[in-house]
């Protein structure tokens, strides 16, 4: 099944399950955050129930203490936090609640950690609408469930109207990284490849389209996307896996560029190998903007050794990224920069991105 078909069915199951719990409770009868909702009195507490508890399943959650207290395995932990203000909050492919959850698993993804667990913390301001405020908490849980993470504890403030942009989320999450598993940049080699699990630029442009300030309109839709089961299905096929990353603001010219400055080899990509759906290559190219440097929200670097890279497109390939391919290597010269080989055989330099053009996206 189509990934992206079987994460609107898990929406829809999780929908489904918070109107079941919903009659459980304090009722929630505003159709608006107001600044009660932060006093931490009834109105707090109906919010808490009837739109978090009622969405998420955990049952560390369900205890309601200050904090979550887990079982550790054996092993390393990675911890990461994030957060999260795009504009506008939902957006074609997503919304800022798929951007919470995924961002912070693929951050833990991409430090070789399994994530297992993550906390949520909510800036809600007073006039958004609580049918919004569903949908944006439905979206993090199937996001949650798809990753196989757990929203294990959380926070709700309210600032008073316009001291806040709707809704600003921030996360962290805790993963567990095999002891015999090691990446960093300081591993690469000469030769190694550069690999990308799938088309880029498409959350950037999706959300610059959806805001309407332009005069142009493109079917485009984010990739925001839990990574981490590619990502194991990688390390397995590639188990010498020297580096990964995820290619989010900056995009990929960004991410290359501190790869390259960290491992001190350069790095050659090839520009007729980078994948662009030719939607959003056409969004750039009449807006003037440079793929490269665009923000992905489910798209993901990772450098491996020349004889691992087949087995790891092939891995990849079979586990929802069809798309993934050999972009570019790493070589000796020019040390710590990168260069793009151009369809004409030429090269020019890819510095790192300089100022924002795309504003506010994750």
């Known amino acids: 099944m189509d990934p992206k078909n079987r994460l609107n069915e898990d929406v829809q199951r999780v929908h489904l399950n918070i109107e079941k719990v919903r009659g459980r409770g304090p009722r929630l009868k ?22 978090f508890l009622a ?10 203490e200050d904090a979550a207290i887990l079982s550790v395995p054996q092993g390393n932990l990675a911890f990461s936090t994030d957060s999260y203000v795009v504009d506008p909050i939902i957006f074609p492919g997503g919304s800022i609640g798929d ?18 667990v993550i906390s949520a913390a909510f800036i809600l301001e007073e006039g958004l609408e609580i049918a919004t405020l569903r949908t944006v908490v439905a979206d993090m849980h199937a996001a949650a469930e798809h990753a196989g993470v757990r929203v294990v504890t959380g926070d709700t403030k309210v600032v008073p109207r ?81 580096w990964l990353r995820d290619a989010t603001r900056g995009g990929v010219a960004t991410v290359m560029n501190e790869f390259a400055r960290l491992s001190g080899y350069g790095v050659a990509l090839e520009d007729r190998y980078i994948p662009v759906r030719d939607m959003t290559r056409a969004a750039c190219d009449m ?76």
């Open 287 to 362: 807006l003037g903007i440079d793929p490269l440097y665009v923000a992905n929200e489910g798209t993901f670097l990772a450098v491996v050794p020349e004889e691992e890279t087949s087995a790891g497109i092939a891995a990849l390939n079979a586990s929802g990224f069809p798309d993934a391919c050999t972009i570019g290597r790493v070589v000796e010269s020019p040390a710590s920069q990168v260069v793009l080989i151009t369809g004409f055989g030429g090269t020019r330099m890819v510095d790192m991105l300089v100022g924002d053009p795309l504003p506010r996206i994750c």
């Open 99 to 116: 951007l919470a959850i995924n961002g912070t698993v693929n951050d833990l993804a991409v430090s070789g950690a399994r994530p297992e």
């Open 30 to 51: 505003d159709e608006r955050i107001t600044l009660a909702h932060g006093a931490g009195g009834k109105a707090s507490s109906a919010l808490v129930e009837q739109v």
């Open 55 to 64: 969405a998420y399943s955990s049952a560390e959650l369900r205890e309601s």
């Open 162 to 242: 316009g001291h806040g942009d709707g809704v600003y989320i921030t996360t962290a999450g805790v993963g567990i990284i095999p002891e015999d598993r090691q990446v960093g940049a300081q591993l690469a080699q000469m030769g190694d490849r550069i690999i990308c699990s799938g088309p880029i630029a498409d959350h950037g442009m999706a959300v610059m389209m959806a805001r309407g300030d332009l005069a142009i309109q493109a079917p485009i839709e984010s990739d925001t996307r839990a990574i981490n089961h590619g990502v194991e299905a990688l390390w397995k096929a590639s188990p010498h896996t020297r």
